[in-house]
């Protein structure tokens, strides 16, 4: 991944400077609009970044301590930890193997009593099938972790339009801010508290204060709340990757094509591709090695990095890390496929053909049994 940044972005941060409004501000209203507009619902909450707009919309759903939610393992660890945060338990539940998303099955076979909340996961950028999620999930309400997915379509329409779905503007994702996130819903009522609690619950914002010029206004502070907010710089830079977003998105599907032309000669290897329900907007591009490739993964990112190749591991697993040493879960068969048997190959906006060649060459030739 490279941020796809430029002179326009530092003209925007530049000119957010001079005016002399680098909190949240007028800036982050507009980004709010335009991006809420891009993805389809009525609202957006900016926020710092998309672990808070986590932690906010599993809060605002009613989150806490005796409740699971069901989030998936195979994911950033800021889905699980959101769930921590608000003193519930996070319940891993598998995906499936070929989009790397929680399913209605993986999701029914975890789902209990206690279960507040469903996080559906669009990994990687790839939609997971929701619809099939909800009918699941009866009456328990689903959270959208969108964090990669800016620029994917579910059912011919932007991911997360109209649902509660909850953003990431990391350098990792395609739209960047630096750090940020976003969330957003079509429910007036849970947009106004999302914005009240993201800013230490108060009943007026600093900014309709400041444009409240000629009256005082007192604010109040309606319940505890945090200090989660985007600042105008930040947003300044959103407005203008926000513009830059459908061009990229092209190009990435564009070069998400190409490699699976030149991956289709390679055996052993399963290339990440749209589902049947939607597109993906290929943030990671990973491919899966076959149980039958005689090598190791990390063999094979090694061998690449030889190369120069700067490909990565794949998508983590929570359950495997130290910070959820001893945290029960069911078996996550797929989930421990996935990540331990594929890698994310480069892609970005500066990448060749020439690139592309020589990437599915090595990676050809890492495939093949070692000879001694
Ligand atoms: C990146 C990511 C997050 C965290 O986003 P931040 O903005 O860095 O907090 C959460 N969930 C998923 C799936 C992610 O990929």
Redesign the pocket.
Known sequence: MRPFLGEEEAEAVAEAVRSGWVAQGPRVAEFEQAFAAHTGSAHGVAVS??????HLGLYVLGVGPGDEVVVPSF??I??AN?VRYCGATPVFADVDVVTGNLTAETVAAVLSTRTKVVMA????GLPADVDAIRAACGDIPVLE?A??AAGATYRDRPVGAGALA?????P??LLTTG???MITTDDADLAARLRRLREHGMSVSAADRHAAAGKAIVEQYLETGFNYRMTDIQAAIGLVQLRKLPALVEQRRALAARYHELLAKVPGVRAVRDPAYGTTNFQAFWVLLDDDVPVERNDVLTRLAAEGISARRG?MASHLEPAYAGHPHVALPSTERLTNRSLILPLHHELTDADQVRIVDVLAAALEPATV
């Not at 996961?121 to 990687?124: A, D, N, Y």
């Not at 909850?166 to 990391?170: D, G, Q, V």
């Open positions: 970044s998309c672990t808070t707009a986590l994911s950033f800021a889905s959101a996961v669009h990994q990687g972790d964090a990669c909850a953003w990431s503007f990391h990792r994702k750090e940020g996130g998508i």
